[in-house]
């Protein structure tokens, strides 16, 4: 139900616009963001938006990162620029109610898609 599309392999100081899109039964109202996770780290915090815009950013990736959403197609769209070795790792797409602070196992999660960023 979350769709996600973008990743690959890309030289330090590259960019790579990544997409997920979200199917019909997913409420556009839901928080949409990405995660991102490697072999030695939980998964953390990317980026997420609102249905209104307001934004969340992981400091890692602040002024390099710009996450945006299409509310009509239910598609979030994550720009990485400026992209480092330590930026590879699966990010993965999810969409949870606005009242969580966080998503949680249970709410909607994409398959992953890998990015490697090679110095």
């Known amino acids: 139900q979350l769709v996600e599309s973008g990743g690959g392999l890309v030289q330090a100081g590259g960019s790579l616009r990544l997409s997920c899109a979200a199917s019909?039964?997913?409420?556009?109202?839901?928080?949409m963001g990405w995660y991102r996770q490697t072999p030695q780290k939980q998964r953390e915090l990317v980026a997420t938006?609102?249905?209104?815009?307001?934004?969340n950013y992981a400091d890692s990736v602040k002024g390099r990162f710009t996450i945006s959403r299409d509310n009509p197609k239910n598609t979030v769209y994550l720009q990485m620029n400026i992209l480092k070795p330590e930026d590879t790792a699966v990010y993965f797409c999810?969409?949870?109610?606005?009242?969580?602070?966080?998503?949680?196992?249970?709410?909607?999660w994409g398959q992953g898609t890998q990015v490697t960023v090679s110095s």
């Open positions: 938006i609102t249905s209104g815009g307001r934004t």
């Open positions: 999810t969409a949870y109610p606005l009242w969580r602070l966080s998503p949680t196992a249970g709410d909607y």
């Open positions: 019909d039964t997913i409420s556009r109202t839901n928080v």
